[in-house]
């Protein structure tokens, strides 16, 4: 097993055929994890007992016959989805050493299906970011060109994956955050619906607009591990209690007759050359699968960064008050009084953008502010989902490009919130609107690095965005490259 | 819109965070031109429109009112800073 590219479906098949037990392909990424984490920063914490413990019941599982897909597929976790007795630090020094006494539904599902879980990734603090550059556990580096960026807040999630660390891992999206890293990193990531997937468990950062989901190696896997993830869950109540599809029988319902919107507003200014073409070569697959693309308008587009980054910093500065050095997690040494013990261990506990973020937050929910920020944000919030609504009046799904370019440098747009926060200028709107979106590689520029796109759906219509999606990788084979990672191991 | 620093340090101060003069300097410069994008809204016609505050138009869902949760103290209490005999330790609040 030295193949970096390895997918669930095929570790799948070999497990079963018995080609390869679930021990021997758990060492082999520890291994991996081994020479390669290092370099790539990729994990936050290993742990390699329970990995092994899970490969060994995954082959008893195996042998009676009782598998499921995920049976003896090594993943990784987010560092933000509770794993009980593990540590769990959402990239913060606030929750250094945390370890949380339950599990996030995702993870118990991924357990139950028989998932081996080889630690948890890392990522920007609090998912807050778009480089995995504000990370108390360091940078993440980008497995295609160590000095840029992989991408955030899933960062360590998609490097890992991008690397070959694991065959496949989970991630959250508040605003592009499995989306982006997927674009970034050159595999196929998805956001569902809000609400397909339940947030127990998932560490909060702006709850009306928090989503996790797969990050694979291709739709057909994304399917798979979606399938096990997905459905109601008592404990979030804004879980919809719906019945879930059967993701992977419907990958191969072909595309034809399927209409495509392509807005015009996301193929404007701001979008890289090689972004474009690589998507205009994309076009003519789905055309000649016989897909039609239909040029529509998403005209509030343009309003969707100051709407997030009012909305979002709003919910988190309220989310993260809990955080007050009394219950869990950080507190400051010596303490004057209460209050003292309060401010200064968030001071001392969360890093510059999660302070930035709580302050703006707070500015636009204070008296006097409210409604001049908070309730037009609400109001431009409802225009931008309107956009879509109207769209799917006449087409089945939307595409756009994932990000207006690849890759960009380590430190680039670390002290520049602004220009980082243009980085999400596609993804935002999908999270504001509840939709499924997801993103898929597409080709290279010409520093190599990957290039993404992203398929927007109606609401629920995750099998639907799938589906164009396998059928576009049956046609090409952006999505089975691999980073050459020889001269670093 | 320009933020003045007195107003971050007010704010600053609502969220419960300690700042230094240094990071005063440097959050209200980047407040302000964070706020000059927020301006864009301006140009938003959103006059009599329905405010939207969740992605999915749901009732919240209600249950029976039973305990589902089993006494976990010395779990709870393992991830805190300072606890003792049962609870949960903060400094002297009243004198």
């Known amino acids: ?489 | 819109m320009a933020i003045e620093s007195e107003v971050v340090k007010h704010v600053a101060t609502l969220a419960r965070l300690n700042i230094t003069s240094e990071e005063l300097t440097t959050y209200t410069e980047q407040l302000s031109n964070i706020l000059g994008i927020m301006d864009q809204l301006d140009q938003v016609p959103t006059d009599g429109v329905e405010p939207m505050s969740h992605a999915v138009d749901v009732q919240i869902p209600e249950r029976d009112d039973v305990v589902t949760n089993t006494n976990n103290q010395s779990a709870m209490l393992a991830n805190a800073p300072d606890s003792e005999e049962g609870h949960f330790r903060v400094p002297k609040i009243i004198e």
């Open chain 1, 1 to 489: 097993m030295e193949r970096a590219n390895l997918t669930i479906k095929e570790a799948s098949d070999q497990l079963k055929e018995r080609k390869i037990s679930a021990v021997e392909l758990t060492r082999a990424y520890l291994g991996r994890i081994n020479a390669l984490n290092e370099k790539i920063n990729a994990y936050v914490t290993v742990d390699e007992q329970s990995a092994l413990k899970a490969a060994e019941a995954a082959d008893a599982r195996i042998a009676k016959g009782e598998a499921t897909p995920m049976t003896g597929i090594p993943i990784a976790h987010k560092d933000l989805f509770c794993t009980e007795g593990v540590q769990t630090t959402c990239g913060s020094r606030m929750l250094k050493g945390f370890k949380p006494p339950y599990d996030a539904t995702v993870t118990t599902r991924l357990k139950e299906s028989g998932a081996v879980i080889l630690g948890k990734t890392n990522m920007d603090e609090f998912a807050m970011g778009s480089s995995t550059e504000t990370s108390y556990y360091g940078v993440t580096r980008n497995p295609w060109d160590l000095e840029r960026i992989p991408g955030g807040s899933s960062g360590g999630s998609a490097a890992a994956v991008a690397a070959g660390l694991c065959v496949a891992a989970t991630g959250t999206d508040t605003g592009g955050s499995i989306r982006q890293p997927a674009a970034v990193t050159g595999i196929t990531g998805l956001k569902p619906t809000y609400g397909r997937v339940s947030r127990y468990g998932m560490i909060a950062f702006a709850s009306s607009l928090d989503q996790g989901g797969p990050m694979c190696r291709t739709a057909e896997d994304t399917a798979i591990m979606l399938q096990s993830i997905a459905g109601h869950d008592a404990k979030d109540s804004t879980s919809l209690n719906i019945e879930t599809p059967d993701f992977s029988a419907l990958l191969n319902k072909g595309i034809k007759g399927l209409k495509i919107g392509v807005p015009t507003e996301c193929f404007g200014e701001g979008l890289e050359d090689d972004v474009r073409s690589a998507i205009d070569e994309a076009k003519k697959v789905f055309a000649d699968a016989g897909a039609e693309l239909v040029t529509i308008s998403l005209p509030y587009t343009g309003v969707a960064i100051p709407t997030y980054y009012i909305i979002a910093p709003a919910e988190a500065s309220s989310n993260l008050a809990r955080y007050d050095g009394v219950k869990f997690g950080y507190r400051c040494e010596n303490p004057n009084d209460l209050q003292d013990l309060y401010s200064r261990s968030r001071a001392e506990g969360f890093g510059s953008e999660v302070k930035r973020r709580i302050m703006l937050g707070t500015y636009v929910l204070s008296s006097g502010y409210y409604d001049a920020y908070y309730r037009r944000a609400q109001k431009a919030r409802r225009l931008i989902a309107n956009d879509f609504t109207k769209a799917f009046e006449s087409v089945d799904a939307v595409l756009t490009p994932t990000t207006p370019g690849t890759a960009f440098k380590l430190g680039e747009k670390k002290d520049d919130p602004v220009q980082m926060y243009l980085s999400d200028i596609y993804t935002i709107n999908v999270n504001l609107a509840g939709l499924p979106g997801m993103s898929l590689p597409c080709g290279f520029d010409g520093n190599n690095l990957p290039i993404g796109m992203q398929l927007i759906g109606k609401p629920l219509d995750e099998a639907g965005i799938l589906r164009i999606a396998h059928t576009y990788q049956k046609e090409t084979d952006w999505h089975s490259k691999a980073p050459d990672l020889s001269g670093i191991a």
